[in-house]
T-cell receptor, first 115, second 115 residues
Framework: KQEVTQIPAALSVPEGENLVLNCSFTDSAIYNLQWFRQDPGKGLTSLLLIQSSQREQTSGRLNASLDKSSGRSTLYIAASQPGDSATYLC??????????????FGAGTRLAVHP | DGGITQSPKYLFRKEGQNVTLSCEQN?????MYWYRQDPGQGLRLIYY???????QKGDIAEGYSVSREKKESFPLTVTSAQKNPTAFYLC??????????????FGPGTRLTVL
């Protein structure tokens, strides 16, 4: 059974720091991995999607890497800003999920960036 | 504006009552999903639908029911059989439920509280 773990559960950093959020998954047979952002009491916004054949994706100050063989992904946030404060969720789509987009989520990392 | 709407934003239920959460999308997506989120946990799939008039149980379907009579709408009913319904409920949609690369787009969520 696929399980997704995110470390750390919470992180507080001063503005301007570069930081790394970690995601690990137990079964390397995945179609893709996604990183989402969730603001308090809100829905999810997709940040980056990495297909299983890719090693990384970049969008602005965000860079996500994928090492499928070791079951790990990292989300790198450069020059963090207070507006980056949110919960970041990692999710995978297992290969053998019955033919539909079944996302398996981690519990998230709650990030606080203080001025 | 295209997107997913959920209503109401907050919902209060008395013990023993059934309540229905609304989810509407105008993205012309075939697939729709319902997730439940509890504090400090990732999202868990309740039900999904890949096409009109068809839906499948997810990982935690007990105590819930859905219908998919229209492409745009996927209401979720939380029945009195759901023993611990207090949670944040998120609806999502994607272009198709069968392809592994489709991004899921999420609504703003409904917070259900049992009194």
């Amino acid at each position: 059974k696929q399980e997704v773990t995110q470390i750390p559960a919470a992180l507080s950093v001063p503005e301007g720091e570069n930081l790394v959020l970690n995601c690990s998954f137990t079964d390397s047979a995945i179609y893709n991995l996604q990183w989402f952002r969730q603001d308090p009491g809100k829905g999810l916004t997709s940040l980056l999607l990495i297909q299983s054949s890719q090693r990384e994706q970049t969008s602005g100050r965000l860079n996500a890497s994928l090492d499928k063989s070791s079951g790990r992904s990292t989300l790198y946030i450069a020059a963090s800003q207070p507006g980056d404060s949110a919960t970041y969720l990692c999710a995978v789509i297992p290969m053998f999920s019955g033919g539909y987009n079944k996302l398996i989520f981690g519990a998230g990392t709650r990030l606080a960036v203080h001025p | 504006d295209g997107g997913i709407t959920q209503s109401p934003k907050y919902l209060f239920r008395k013990e023993g009552q059934n309540v229905t959460l609304s989810c509407e999308q105008n993205l012309n997506h075939d697939a729709m999903y319902w997730y439940r989120q509890d504090p400090g946990q990732g999202l868990r799939l309740i039900y999904y639908s890949q096409i009109v008039n068809d839906f499948q149980k997810g990982d935690i379907a007990e105590g819930y029911s859905v219908s998919r009579e229209k492409k745009e709408s996927f209401p979720l009913t939380v029945t009195s059989a759901q023993k611990n319904p207090t949670a944040f409920y998120l609806c999502a949609s994607s272009t198709q439920g069968r392809g592994p690369g489709d991004t899921q787009y999420f609504g703003p969520g409904t917070r259900l509280t049992v009194l």
